[in-house]
Structure formats: C-alpha cells, structure tokens
C-alpha cells in the first residue's frame, strides 16, 4: 500500500470526529425522542447541521478524491447486509424466479434521451472494480469488492437536461411505514444524490460483490455504492433512476426514505 493510501485512511477517523456533533444532533430524532424530534426549533437546528456537514465535507474531500480502497487480503470474510435484505413485492418476485432475465434499469426524468438496460447491456459498458468498505449507521463496517458500471457513464450516454441537480433511484423493496402516507404499500424506498457525488468516479451501479454476481440480500440485480457516505444511501434492488431539478415534491420532500424520517441527506464519512 502507497504512503498516500495510508495517509488517506488516517483521515477517516478525524473526519468522523469533527462531524461528530453534527451526527449526534441528528440522533436525538432517531433515538425515539419524538417531542424533541417534532419541535420546530429542533428540525430547524437539525437542518443547519446537515448543510454544514455538507458543505464541510465538500470543503474537505473536494469532487473527486477517492475514499480509501483496499487489498484483496483485506476483503471480510462476512460481509452483512444492510437495510432490506428480501423484498416481498410481487413484481420483483417475478424478476428474481426469471434470474432477472426481464428486468430493465429504466432512465429518465431531465434528461435528453430516456434509456433502458439489461442486465447484459449493463456488463457491456465500461466497468469498475473497487474494494471498499462499507460503514453502516449503525455502527458496523466490513469491506468488500464490487464491480459495476459508473453512474457517470449512464448520465453521459442519457444526456443531462440544463436544470438537472439531482439523481432520484427508485427501488423494489417496500417499507411498511404508513407514517407519510395512507396507503402504506405505496412507500417503496428511495434515495437521492447531487450530481457532484453522481460523477464520482467510485460511483458505481454494481452488479457484481466478490467476484460473483449480486445475490438478494445484498440487493440483486443491482446496487448503489457510494463509497463516500454513510450506507443508507446506497440504494438497493435499483429499478429505475430519474433525473429531477429538486426531491422537495417526493415522498416526506427530505431526499429519502431514511432522510423523511429524520436521518441527514448528506451522510458523508
């Protein structure tokens, strides 16, 4: 390993502590402590926190600098699955019993040409591998090996439209949270990224983990990984990805499933 790859894995642990506060903050909604949670003044002290992590963290790692990436010794041996890990929704039962044969990644929203991809046709556009790990909020990290298509490859051959800010990925697994809405079989989960982290060049829709192809758990046919931040926003069982000016008119209008109930939309590490 290069002294540069040692001195950026140093950096990991610092970056974490000076936005130790900002996190913290944001605890205290997920924490069950609904009266503080729903108090105005609070969601607006929460809100400030998440822009300064952000920003900061822009500040910090700037567009393109790369979060640390590993050997294959280093590779855990098991690697957990986070969020949903067997979506119950019928249409991706179908999917999954046909090996997802039939299955299409559409693309479109504010862009110049709407696309469809295989699975096939995805494996046929220039690839990435990458070995990362994976931090989930929980507390737990692993490290794992993923191949996939870089988001930017899929944006560049759709075309993007002059107002576009943000990439939505609309997915299969179904939350039964009728907290925002009345049918709650409508809330499937979703997630969103600017285009600074959409161009990323570890931003990648991977299809591959360790060598072999996606199974269900870790979010079949195909997955987020966005190696900067936190593991929530690396959508999986990715359907559709759509390109939109704002995510105010989505869902609970804070950017994802996890962000409408009270998580930060920036999650950087």
Same mark, same amino acid.
């Given at each position: 390993?290069?002294?540069?790859?040692?001195?950026?894995?140093?950096?990991?642990?610092?970056?974490?502590?000076?936005?130790?506060?900002?996190?913290?903050?944001?605890?205290?909604?997920?924490?069950?402590?609904?009266?503080?949670?729903?108090?105005?003044?609070?969601?607006?002290?929460?809100?400030?926190?998440?822009?300064?992590?952000?920003?900061?963290?822009?500040?910090?790692?700037?567009?393109?600098?790369?979060?640390?990436?590993?050997?294959?010794?280093?590779?855990?041996?098991?690697?957990?699955?986070?969020?949903?890990?067997?979506?119950?929704?019928?249409?991706?039962?179908?999917?999954?019993?046909?090996?997802?044969?039939?299955?299409?990644?559409?693309?479109?929203?504010?862009?110049?040409?709407?696309?469809?991809?295989?699975?096939?046709?995805?494996?046929? +556009?220039?690839? =990435?591998?990458?070995?990362?790990?994976?931090?989930?909020?929980?507390?737990?990290?692993?490290?794992?090996?993923?191949?996939?298509?870089?988001?930017?490859?899929?944006?560049? =051959?759709?075309?993007?439209?002059?107002?576009?800010?943000?990439?939505?990925?609309?997915?299969?697994?179904?939350?039964?949270?009728?907290?925002?809405?009345?049918?709650?079989?409508?809330? =499937?989960?979703?997630?969103?990224?600017?285009?600074?982290?959409?161009?990323?060049?570890?931003?990648? +829709?991977?299809?591959?983990?360790?060598?072999?192809?996606?199974?269900?758990?870790?979010?079949?046919?195909?997955?987020?990984?966005?190696?900067?931040?936190?593991?929530?926003?690396?959508?999986?069982?990715?359907?559709?990805?759509?390109?939109?000016?704002?995510?105010?008119?989505?869902?609970?209008?804070?950017?994802?499933?996890?962000?409408? =109930?009270?998580?930060?939309?920036?999650?950087?590490?």
């Amino acid at each position: 390993m290069s002294e540069r790859d040692e001195r950026t894995r140093g950096e990991v642990p610092h970056r974490r502590g000076f936005l130790a506060a900002a996190l913290s903050l944001a605890g205290l909604a997920l924490s069950g402590c609904d009266r503080v949670s729903n108090e105005p003044h609070a969601r607006s002290i929460l809100g400030a926190a998440n822009e300064l992590t952000y920003r900061v963290q822009r500040f910090l790692l700037g567009a393109h600098r790369l979060a640390p990436e590993y050997s294959e010794a280093e590779i855990s041996s098991e690697f957990r699955a986070n969020g949903s890990t067997d979506p119950q929704d019928d249409e991706y039962l179908d999917l999954a019993d046909k090996d997802f044969a039939n299955w299409r990644l559409k693309v479109d929203g504010l862009v110049e040409r709407e696309l469809s991809f295989s699975l096939a046709d995805l494996r046929a +556009l220039p690839s =990435r591998t990458q070995i990362t790990r994976h931090d989930c909020v929980e507390g737990w990290s692993c490290i794992g090996k993923w191949t996939g298509v870089p988001l930017a490859e899929i944006l560049s =051959r759709a075309g993007l439209g002059p107002q576009a800010r943000y990439v939505v990925f609309h997915c299969a697994d179904t939350l039964n949270d009728g907290s925002l809405s009345d049918d709650p079989e409508s809330i =499937r989960y979703y997630e969103t990224i600017d285009l600074a982290d959409a161009d990323h060049p570890q931003t990648i +829709l991977a299809y591959d983990m360790n060598g072999k192809k996606l199974d269900i758990a870790h979010g079949a046919p195909l997955r987020l990984r966005l190696e900067r931040q936190l593991g929530y926003k690396m959508a999986k069982y990715i359907m559709r990805i759509e390109v939109v000016r704002s995510f105010a008119g989505l869902h609970g209008g804070k950017g994802g499933y996890w962000e409408d =109930r009270g998580y930060e939309w920036y999650a950087g590490i």
